[in-house]
Structure formats: C-alpha cells, structure tokens
C-alpha cells in the first residue's frame, strides 16, 4: 500500500512542460496527441475527474490506475474543501514514481463564467496545485458574450502572472464559432481547446457536415478537439 500523502508535499510545484508530456506520452505506447499550440502533448486518453467523489475509494482508485498507465490529461472541477481526495493522488502518484508534475496536463472545468484571480487561487489550493495547465470556460452561445469577455480577460490575467498555463472552452450544447473567439487573445493568449461531446460531433441536425467542418476549423487554428464521452461501470 503506497503511503498517503504528506502534508509537505502540497502543494506541488511546476506545471506541463513540452518535453516531459512528450516523454509521457509515448510512455503511453500510442501516438501523442497536441494541446492546440501549446507545445504540451497529451496522450489519447484522458481521465475525467470532474466527476469522482472524495468519499468513494473506488474512484480513487480509478485515478490513481490512470495515472500509473501513463493518462497525463486529467480534467477537475474546483473541490468543495481543502484536502480533497484528487489532491492527495496527483500527490502521491508525482511522489511514488508513477508520474511527476510536468509530465501531467491538469485541467480546471470552471462552473460559470464568475471568473477572478481569488476564485483560482482557492481552486489551486484545494487542489494542491501552484499552478493550472488549462482552465475551461463554459459557453453556451456560438460566440462571446459580455460575460465571457469579462471571464477570458480574467483567464488572461492568469496567463500573464504565470498561475495558468492556457485556457479554452467547453461547450454546453453548441458548437462555439472559433474566430471570434480567437480574436479576443491574438496567438499568444486565445484559447487552445474545446472538449466537444461526440454526440455533438456526430449528431448535426442542421447540417451534415457541420461536425467535419467545424474540426476542421478547429485544426486550421490550432485548437485541440478534445473528444469526450460518457462511460458508465
């Protein structure tokens, strides 16, 4: 039984660099995948830890698995207190050999477009984090709103004291129309993703293509698609 973490290990230090998610990656035994220009590689699966629970042994278990396979790409949502059980195992897999902090791709799923320095910061801090790879902004219009302005002004706020690595967006049932939301950063601080369900892809009522269309827009602009879908034990 792996020791459990200790308090001095929190919160961990760094965040994804270009060469250790490559290592990680191919360690994966499968071809890497990009994060959109950031020069981070992710390997194709990812682990959705958004929805664990802190009380359930059983999904601390499933990440702690991923993690020893070599899933670099974890996607979390913000903790409701400190100490929360993701903490302890991003901790203990960096410190028991099974990966380290550079290698991982730690994705924050925001709940609202209520975005400011101090809500990050608490996030980090119940994740044991110093530092966010990716922050995911939620939208539910094709195009930016002023309340998600205001949100990817304060991502980019983030970029620029160093806390955040990126950000990108999450789609609650539409596919976001990218250029404008590209025009809001220029190449230095637009968004890099979109987690896209696969039935949104699959299923386009108003247009066939507009899936096809749609990822290869996404392609041309250097934003990853990051494909997502439910799996149910």
Known sequence: MRPRTAASWLPLRGGATAAATAAAARRFGAPARALGRTGLSLSPLAMAA???RDADPLHARALAAALAAGVNLVTV???ASEGS???RELANACHGGDATREQLVIALQLEDADVSAERLDRARARLGLAHLDLALLPVDAPEPTAATR???ASLQAELARGTLGAWGLSTRGVLPSLPPWLALGGDAAAPVAVPVPVNLLALAPACA???PSWLRG???AAVAA???QTIRA
Do not use: C, F, H, N
């Open 209 to 211: 293509d507009a899936g």
């Open 77 to 79: 949502r913000e903790p």
């Open 150 to 152: 205001a949100a990817v």
């Open 226 to 228: 990051l494909a997502s």
């Open 218 to 220: 996404a392609d041309e």
């Open 85 to 87: 059980m993701i903490a």
């Open 50 to 52: 958004d929805g664990l």
